[in-house]
């Protein structure tokens, strides 16, 4: 597994959350154990179907387009995660999620236990109890309207890798990452 570290993850997180019917590009810098690489990223956004669904169809690809120079990699954990971290109590969690579908885009340090929640979703279950979602979506439109710093709590039953729904605490954040962008940050308190 890479450290996809914060400029792939603004990379991939920008083309999820980019407009919905486009051709979006992005190149970042990935961390790899002994290197660092310039990758690129290539979405196409398509419309639900039928075209007044909500999902989307994303189709895309990435290309290691090269080894990045040697200023650019990094010895350690950066200033901002090595704060995060020293800010994150002993059973809390880190996630970022796309504030459209609340898919999870990475794990912002280690992730929770017994969670099902993974990047690469294949689960056959909702992530997400079907009664808490609207709750959930509810939270995300909130976050969206409102005033800048504004979190909200809430509980809600994510899936655990026994197939079983556990309730979970969350805080859950707006993260601008450009203009026209965003992600939410989650907080997962998990005893």
């Not at 898919?103 to 997400?128: K, M, V, Y």
Request: proline letters at 9%.
């Amino acid at each position: 597994m890479f450290d996809l570290a914060d400029h792939t993850s603004a990379a991939l997180a920008g083309l999820v959350c980019e407009s919905r019917t486009s051709v979006d590009h992005h190149t970042a810098l990935e961390h790899r154990p002994g290197s660092a690489r310039h990758v690129h990223f290539a979405v196409h956004s398509h419309l639900g179907i039928p075209p007044d669904a909500s999902a989307r169809l994303l189709r895309g690809l990435s290309v290691d387009i090269g080894a990045a120079p040697p200023t650019a990699t990094r010895s350690g954990p950066q200033l901002g995660d090595r704060i995060a971290q020293a800010l994150t109590p002993k059973n809390r969690y880190r996630a970022i999620s796309d504030p459209d579908s609340l898919n999870l885009l990475f794990w912002h340090g280690p992730p929770a236990p017994r969670i099902a929640w993974t990047a690469d979703n294949t689960a056959e279950s909702p992530i997400l109890h079907p009664e808490d979602m609207p709750a959930a979506m509810q939270a995300a439109g909130d976050l969206r309207a409102g005033e800048p710093g504004l979190s909200i709590d809430l509980t809600v039953r994510f899936l655990t890798h026994d197939g079983q729904y556990e309730p979970i605490d969350l805080t859950v954040s707006l993260i601008e990452l450009d203009t026209d962008r965003s992600a939410l940050l989650v907080v997962l308190t998990v005893p």
